[in-house]
């Protein structure tokens, strides 16, 4: 799903093609997409689009007089950007914007259907689609801290609940987590103050760096493919792999169609997380630190 460096890139490369410009007309391609019956989809056509902006992980079309188009990738979803009367992009075409300049399609993988759209009227109505989290690029240390400990959780589900931080999801997570040197199963209401610093450090270097990265990287282009899987991160999607820090194999904790990434060296005093399906398989012989494997 992409996350808060993601969004960003998202909404900087959408601003520039569609700011200003008229919506012709929004043809909806698969029902199912769409989340909302009021207004109609009549209200948002003919508007021209005075902003783009991130909501958490959904990019927001602004139409003018507060009217609304909320996007939302979830884990499948991508936006593609085609010229004027180029051909639509191949696969699941769930809808598409028409401007003067091009056309947005938006499309998502596979045959799992979770991608949205929703129109809606008013400040407060767009309001209510915000899980609530606080922006971590917007806060200093001591709201961090306060935030944190609001709930006493494992560091990887704060990072990633948006009624907590807003725009960090499972990759990030794992990049900052492994930056700041703090094990993911951690609890927020037990960290030292120097700790709680570090991780902060952590969020910050670590979102800003990898926006200025994607950024770069696209060098004004339209970002079409949108992955959580990329050579450069530290540990996330890279079980086995060497850790950049100290060259242990990166290892991971599974769950349900997810898994969270570490190095236990750097993260962990060495000690090996149990991991729900093979820990309990394993029983004894799961080993319980990373130079049993080595």
């Not at 969020?203 to 990265?213: F, H, K, M, N, P």
């Not at 990329?230 to 898994?259: F, L, W």
Request: glycine share 8%; aromatic share 6%.
């Amino acid at each position: 799903m992409p996350e808060l460096p993601d969004v960003t890139i998202d909404v900087e490369s959408r601003a520039a093609r569609v700011i200003g410009q008229p919506l012709e007309h929004l043809t909806i391609k698969t029902p199912f997409v769409l989340r909302s019956v009021s207004p109609p989809i009549s209200a948002a056509q003919g508007r021209r689009v005075s902003g783009v902006r991130r909501l958490g992980k959904r990019i927001v079309l602004d139409m003018g007089d507060e009217m609304f188009v909320v996007i939302h990738l979830m884990i499948a979803g991508r936006l593609r950007w085609r010229a004027p009367g180029a051909k639509m992009p191949a696969g699941n075409l769930l809808a598409t914007f028409h401007f003067p300049t091009g056309v947005l399609a938006l499309t998502e993988a596979g045959s799992t259907r979770r991608a949205s759209l929703h129109i809606v009227q008013g400040e407060a109505a767009l309001r209510e689609m915000d899980r609530g989290g606080i922006e971590p690029l917007e806060i200093d240390l001591a709201t961090f801290a306060e935030q944190l400990g609001r709930e006493n959780h494992t560091l990887k589900r704060s990072l990633t609940d948006p009624r907590i931080f807003s725009g960090i999801g499972n990759a990030y997570s794992d990049e900052i987590l492994h930056r700041a040197r703090l094990s993911p199963l951690a609890l927020s209401r037990k960290l030292s103050p120097e700790e709680v610093s570090r991780l902060y450090e952590a969020v910050q270097v670590v979102l800003r760096e990898w926006t200025d990265r994607l950024r770069a990287q696209l060098g004004g282009e339209f970002p079409e493919k949108v992955t959580a899987f990329r050579d450069e991160m530290s540990v996330h999607g890279r079980y086995g792999k060497p850790c950049p820090v100290c060259g242990t194999p990166v290892q991971r904790i599974r769950y349900a169609s997810n898994e969270t990434n570490y190095c236990a060296r750097c993260q962990t005093g060495g000690r090996l997380l149990a991991d729900r399906a093979m820990s309990r398989l394993l029983r004894e012989d799961w080993p319980k630190s990373i130079d049993e494997l080595e």
